[in-house]
T-cell receptor, first 114, second 113 residues
Framework: AQSVTQLDSQVPVFEEAPVELRCNYS??????LFWYVQYPNQGLQLLLKYLSGSTLVKGINGFEAEFNKSQTSFHLRKPSVHISDTAEYFCALSVKTSYDKVIFGPGTSLSVIP | NAGVTQTPKFRVLKTGQSMTLLCAQD?????MYWYRQDPGMGLRLIHY???????AKGEVPDGYNVSRLKKQNFLLGLESAAPSQTSVYFCASSAFWSEETQYFGPGTRLLVL
């Protein structure tokens, strides 16, 4: 079975400080990995995804994530956050060979403090 | 393009009542999904469809039914609502499964009393 763990349910950070949101996954088969962001009262939108190739993936709004197969992690980072980054962030995985295996983590609430 | 739209945005039901949530997408996507979002649990897949006329169960299908009569529409039905179905419901669509980005609607907030 597959699972996604987001170790921090809430992350407060001061504006212009760096941030890392942690994601670990468990799977015995190959997966694709995603980070989605949900702004208040909105649906989710894709930040970035890892399919294959370079383990460092760059996304929108200055975010990036690094795939680490040995540590089964896919942590999200941003060197300098803005107030507008306040949102819920979800890590997700999908199984490459399956049609019904899209699993979301519980989410991390990022609060940027002015 | 409107992307993915959901109707209604908010609804209050009494236990035992029925309702249908409508999802529409204008991106010509083959795949459509219904999720529910509950605090601390992320998103859980209720049902999904891989094309017009097809539906399949996801992780938490009990108490829900779906239909995909037209490619652009995916309906989620609650035949007899229960308080446990109080949640935020999101519809999403994608060109294919697995590696493709899912595009989400704005959500429907459902309160079952």
């Amino acid at each position: 079975a597959q699972s996604v763990t987001q170790l921090d349910s809430q992350v407060p950070v001061f504006e212009e400080a760096p941030v890392e949101l942690r994601c670990n996954y468990s799977s015995s088969v190959s997966v694709y990995l995603f980070w989605y962001v949900q702004y208040p009262n909105q649906g989710l939108q894709l930040l970035l995804k890892y399919l294959s190739g370079s383990t460092l993936v760059k996304g929108i709004n200055g975010f990036e994530a690094e795939f680490n197969k040995s540590q089964t992690s896919f942590h999200l980072r941003k060197p300098s956050v803005h107030i507008s980054d306040t949102a819920e962030y979800f890590c997700a995985l999908s199984v490459k060979t399956s049609y019904d295996k899209v699993i979301f983590g519980p989410g991390t609430s990022l609060s940027v403090i002015p | 393009n409107a992307g993915v739209t959901q109707t209604p945005k908010f609804r209050v039901l009494k236990t035992g009542q029925s309702m249908t949530l409508l999802c529409a997408q204008d991106m010509n996507h083959e795949y459509m999904y219904w999720y529910r979002q509950d605090p601390g649990m992320g998103l859980r897949l209720i049902h999904y469809s891989v094309g017009e006329g097809t539906t399949a169960k996801g992780e938490v299908p009990d108490g829900y039914n779906v239909s995909r009569l037209k490619k652009q529409n995916f309906l989620l039905g609650l035949e007899s609502a229960a308080p446990s179905q109080t949640s935020v419901y999101f519809c999403a669509s994608s060109a294919f499964w697995s590696e493709e980005t899912q595009y989400f609607g704005p959500g429907t907030r459902l309160l079952v009393l």
